[in-house]
Structure formats: C-alpha cells, structure tokens
C-alpha cells in the first residue's frame, strides 16, 4: 500500500532483490550504489555517468569535469546501510514527492549498471520500494540503531533475539563496517558528503555519546517496540 509523503516528515524505506537475490556482489557495486545515492539526490536530471565496463566485468569510471550547479536535494538521507541483498534508508523528504523522484533514479540507475556489468536483463528488485512513516516518537528514536545494526545479521544473526554473547565482537564489527552512515556518526570520515547528519547528532548529543547509545541500545534491544516499521 502506497503512503501519502509529505515533506519534513521521516521515512523508514527499505528494497530487496527479487527473489531476495543478491544486489550488491562486490565492492564495485556497493561504491558505485553509495555513488548514486549522491547523484540521484538532485532535482536535476543527471547526465550520461561515464562508466564501461572491462572484459572481467570490472567497472571502469570516467571521471569527466564539468561545469555543474550544486545539487538541490530532494530528500535528506538521515542514515543507511547496505546489505547483501537489501538496503535500508532513513529519509527526510524536502518535497512532497521528493522520495518518490528519488527512489525512481536510485532503483532504475543502480538497475541498469547492475543489468549491463553482470550481463543479464530484467527486474532486479522486488517491486517498488516499501516505506513507512516515522510518526511515533519510540518510533523516532529505535530507527537510527536498528538500521546501522542489521550488518550483524551477518555474523550473529540471533542479536535479534536478545541472545548476543559476544557484545565486544558485535560491536568491533560494526565499527569496521564500511557500508553504512554509522562510522560518520561515531566521528569517522566514511561518506562524509552522503548523509545529513545533524539533525540525528543533536538528538543523540554527539558522536561519544551516539557510541554509548549504540553500545546500551544494543544490550536492552526488544524489536518489539519497532516490528512495526522494521520493513522486513
């Protein structure tokens, strides 16, 4: 079901593989998905990217310097992260149909550089995006951490249960997790330039103490105060 957006108010928006196949296969792709999350983030419409592809199918950037205008945004990207087969975004719309233009670029752009380097046609994500607005305040506040800590699926998944042994490994991984907004919210130039990050540092009153909110947040974790809007 499609929800009314309007701007100012924040979005929880998630999309998957079809099929929950694999989007992201190597570093390439997660750098070239970071990449169009800042490109595509622009009322403007965006040119010819300049990428080729190698006979390893490796990607090959052209780099082409050109006279262009700052971007207009039309979503603040508030926090991210990447997985293997999905990714998660915390928007904050700047229009009323600035997620919607937004989440059209993303999908179609990152689809058709995914279709060409692999060499295959057809769909790659489950349909349209899923959204859901953040209209509660516990809402508000779980989202952030329950974004940046879905890499853990990765290597414990049962910290979803509460059943995590292992809170200094947990938390080493995250802090070593290049593919989402959490190292610039602890103060590490990561994607400096890709996220909106001051609105959430306020509330967490910064980055020290967004770490030990993470580090509590993750001990006292119940998923049942964000099933929800947790998209899965």
């Not at 199918?57 to 006279?67: L, P």
């Not at 915390?90 to 999908?107: S, T, Y």
């Not at 859901?132 to 890499?151: G, M, S």
């Not at 809170?167 to 995250?174: H, M, P, Q, S, W």
């Amino acid at each position: 079901m499609r929800i009314n957006i309007i701007a100012g108010n924040i979005y929880h928006v998630l999309n998957r593989g079809v099929d929950k196949r694999a989007i992201f296969l190597d570093d390439g792709d997660r750098l070239r998905f970071i990449h169009d999350l800042f490109e595509f983030n622009n009322i403007e419409p965006l040119s010819n990217l300049g990428y080729s592809f190698k006979n390893n199918n490796s990607i090959v950037i052209a780099r082409r310097y050109i006279d262009r205008k700052p971007r207009k945004l039309l979503v603040e990207i508030l926090a991210f992260v990447l997985m293997p087969n999905h990714y998660h975004l915390m928007l904050r719309p700047l229009f009323d149909d600035g997620v919607a233009r937004f989440m059209k670029k993303l999908n179609m752009g990152y689809a058709r550089y995914f279709n060409e380097k692999y060499q295959r046609s057809g769909a790659l994500f489950q349909g349209r995006y899923k959204s859901i607005a953040i209209n509660d305040e516990a809402h508000f506040i779980h989202l952030p951490y329950y974004i940046h800590l879905n890499p853990l699926d990765l290597i414990t998944p049962e910290w979803r249960e509460r059943e995590l042994k292992d809170y200094k490994k947990a938390i080493e991984f995250l802090n070593s997790y290049r593919w989402s907004s959490h190292l610039d919210y602890l103060g590490k130039k990561n994607f400096p330039s890709l996220t909106s990050r001051e609105f959430l540092l306020q509330f967490f009153d910064g980055s020290k103490e967004y770490q030990k909110s993470v580090e509590r947040w993750l001990k006292s974790i119940d998923l049942e105060n964000i099933k929800d809007i947790a998209l899965e």
